[in-house]
């Protein structure tokens, strides 16, 4: 089972690229948030959705929310892949896989490749977007737009 829209998101937690706890209630119904989960650090298409993330980050701010990447490489990896891309949001690390589980998140590609999955969650905790796509570039532009119209 799948997290859907007009689902609560569930707590959950990790380590962030600075190997820092990340508690999702510190965000998750506070503030809404954008969860994006991507398939790996340093690819192409993972790369172009991260810096278009970082290109609108003000954006998103400005409409009072917080962007988080998720995938599965390791805080290291993660460091380096931010730094290297200048991105100024929260990447988590997943390594176990227990996040994707936990939101449902299915493998594409005949399961060989972790899937693209971006959720919007509202100030409520309540999933208001849900969009699985293998095209990277599609995904900010979705989910700033479904952020700015929950402002």
């Not at 799948?2 to 937690?13: A, S, T």
């Not at 690819?43 to 962007?67: H, I, L």
């Amino acid at each position: 089972m799948g997290l859907e829209v007009g689902d609560i998101m569930p707590n959950f937690k990790a380590k962030n690229q600075e190997g820092a706890a990340f508690d999702s209630s510190s965000i998750i119904g506070k503030k809404p948030a954008v969860i994006y989960f991507y398939p790996k650090d340093f690819t192409p298409g993972c790369t172009k959705e991260a810096c278009n993330f970082r290109d609108s980050y003000q954006d998103f701010k400005d409409a009072g929310a917080e962007v988080i990447g998720i995938s599965g490489d390791s805080e290291k990896s993660h460091q380096k892949f931010a730094k290297k891309h200048q991105l100024p949001f929260i990447l988590l690390s997943d390594e176990n896989g227990k996040i994707r589980k936990k939101l449902g998140v299915k493998k594409s590609l005949l399961g060989l490749i972790p899937g693209r999955e971006t959720f919007v969650i509202d100030s409520k905790g309540v999933v208001q977007m849900k969009f699985n796509n293998l095209d990277a570039s599609r995904h900010m532009q979705k989910a700033l737009k479904k952020v700015k119209d929950l402002s």
